[in-house]
Each structure stands twice: as C-alpha cells, then as structure tokens.
C-alpha cells in the first residue's frame, strides 16, 4: 500500500517561487515513477512533471518547462516540486502520484497508479 502527503502549497504573487512536497509511505520508494498532476476550478486533472526511477529521467508540460523542477530525495522517501515565475494559470490544487510503471510518456497520458489528496497553489495579486 502506498500513500502520499503533499505539503508547501499556498498562497503567492505573479513571479513569486513555491516548493512543493510529497511525502511517500510504502515500500520501494525507489522503484516507481513520481509525478506532479494540477487541477484548476472547473477544469480536468492535468499533468504537470514526472521522474522515473531509473536515471532521474524527466518530461514536463510545456506550460511549466523552463519555470518547475521536478526532483526526488530516494532516501528520504520525498518528491519535490521547484515552482520558480508562478503564474495565475498556475493556480490549482496540485496532487502527488506514484506509478508502478516504467513509461513517464505512459504517467503523462494515462495518469498514476497512486494519488495524495492535494495542496492547493494559489498565485494572485
């Protein structure tokens, strides 16, 4: 079983930076791929940011490349998100999640096998 609590969320100004956090319980943090989903008011889930497991291999949306990283700490079980230049199109709740495959192209279409409940992001001034 594998549990996820994210943390650092809250509320900022347009270019402020934000650093999210996701706690993982479970066995084998090492062994899954970790990602970063967004949902805003009255829109779908989207991806966000992924890293495998492997080599620390990365893919982002295109919204936030340039802007976020995606990091992980294999030893202290955390994932981590660096939100530099926020935008108000970043405003969300962001959800943590874990994924028992190998394909961050498969996590980007088909969503985690895995999800924490979500740290709200604001960005307004």
């Known amino acids: 079983q594998v549990q996820l609590v994210e943390s650092g969320g809250g509320s900022v100004q347009p270019g402020d930076s934000l650093r999210l956090s996701c706690e993982f319980h479970?066995?084998?943090?090492?062994?899954?791929?970790m990602g970063w989903f967004r949902q805003a008011p009255g829109r779908e889930r989207e991806f966000v940011a992924a890293?495998?497991?492997?080599?620390?291999?990365?893919l982002y949306a295109d919204s936030v490349k340039g802007r976020f990283t995606i990091s992980r700490d294999n030893d202290k079980n955390r994932l981590y998100l660096q939100m530099n230049n926020l935008k108000p199109e970043d405003t969300a709740v962001y959800y943590c999640?874990?994924?028992?495959?190998?394909?961050?192209?498969?996590?980007?279409?088909?969503?985690?096998?895995?999800w924490g409940k979500g740290t709200l992001v604001t960005v307004s001034s």
């Open positions: 890293i495998n497991w492997v080599d620390d291999n990365t």
């Open positions: 999640g874990a994924d028992g495959g190998r394909s961050l192209w498969n996590v980007k279409v088909g969503g985690m096998d895995y």
């Open positions: 479970g066995r084998t943090f090492g062994s899954y791929i």
